[in-house]
C-alpha cells in the first residue's frame, strides 16, 4: 500500500526555475527520506528529515516537514537539465518495519 | 567505495520458469531490502535481510522468497513466474536500518515474462 502521495504526478520547468514538490502521507513517522531515480535506474537517497525537525538543507534542496498535516515538500533551486527524473517521498510508517514509497513526481527540466 | 551491484542487469524468462536475482551490498552493509518496481504499483517492499536472517516481509506470494549470505550477499528467487511478474527488482543496502538511515540501492535487475 502507498503511504506517501506525490503531488504533482508531473511538472516541467525551464532551466535555471525552481522546482517545487510535494508529499503527504497517511500515518505517524519518525522520519521522511527523499530519493531521486533517473529512468529505468535504481534510486539515488537525497535527504532524510526527522520527524522533530522542520526544515533540512543539501545543497540546492531544501525539504520541509510538517508533521502536523503530515507532509513534506522537496524544493529543488536553480534546475538543472540534470535534474531530470522521477522524486520519491518515502516514510518508515511501514508496518513490516520497512519504507514506504509513493509514486513519484516526473520531473523534467528543459535546457 | 563499490556501490550495491545487482546482476543481472536484464533478464527474459517465459512463465512458468524460475528466477533468481543476485544483489552484493556495500562493504559493511548488513541489511539488504527487495523491491518490485512497476508502473501500476510502483514500489513495494519485497524483504529485508539482516545478517542472514529475514527480519522483514511483505505482502507478497510464496514464490517470492530470498536468502542472505555470510558475506552479507543476497539472492531472491521467483518460482512460477507469471506475467505480472515483470518489473524492475531492486535491492537497497544500509548498514542497520535503512528505514532509519537511508538505504543505498542498486540499478536493478529489469525481468521480463513472456
Known amino acids: 500500500s502507498q503511504q506517501g502521495e506525490e503531488d504533482p504526478q508531473a511538472l516541467s520547468i525551464q532551466e535555471g526555475e525552481n522546482a517545487t514538490m510535494n508529499c503527504s502521507y497517511k500515518t505517524s513517522i519518525n522520519n521522511l527520506q527523499w530519493y531521486r531515480q533517473n529512468s529505468g535506474r535504481g534510486l539515488v537517497h537525497l535527504i532524510l528529515i526527522r520527524s522533530n525537525e522542520r526544515e533540512k538543507h543539501s545543497g540546492r534542496l531544501r525539504v520541509t516537514l510538517d508533521t502536523s498535516k503530515k507532509s513534506s515538500s522537496l524544493l529543488i533551486t536553480a534546475s538543472r537539465a540534470a535534474d531530470t527524473a522521477s522524486y520519491f517521498c518515502?516514510?518508515?510508517?511501514?508496518?513490516?518495519?520497512?519504507?514506504?514509497f509513493g509514486k513519484g513526481t516526473k520531473l523534467s527540466v528543459k535546457p | 567505495k563499490a556501490g550495491v551491484t545487482q546482476t543481472p542487469r536484464y533478464l527474459i524468462k517465459t512463465r512458468g520458469q524460475q528466477v533468481t536475482l543476485s544483489c552484493s551490498p556495500i562493504s559493511g552493509h548488513r541489511s539488504v531490502s527487495w523491491y518490485q518496481q512497476t508502473p501500476g504499483q510502483g514500489l513495494q517492499f519485497l524483504f529485508e535481510?539482516?545478517?542472514?536472517?529475514?527480519?522483514n516481509k511483505g505482502n507478497f506470494p510464496g514464490r517470492f522468497s530470498g536468502r542472505q549470505f555470510s558475506n552479507s550477499r543476497s539472492e531472491m528467487n521467483v518460482s512460477t513466474l507469471e506475467l505480472g511478474d515483470s518489473a524492475l527488482y531492486l535491492c537497497?543496502?544500509?548498514?542497520?536500518?535503512?528505514?532509519?538511515?537511508?538505504?543505498?540501492f542498486g540499478s536493478g535487475t529489469r525481468l521480463t515474462v513472456v
Open positions: 535481510y539482516f545478517s542472514e536472517t529475514q527480519r
Open positions: 518515502a516514510t518508515d510508517g511501514g508496518s513490516q518495519g520497512n519504507l514506504i
Open positions: 537497497a543496502s544500509s548498514r542497520d536500518n535503512g528505514a532509519n538511515y537511508g538505504y543505498t
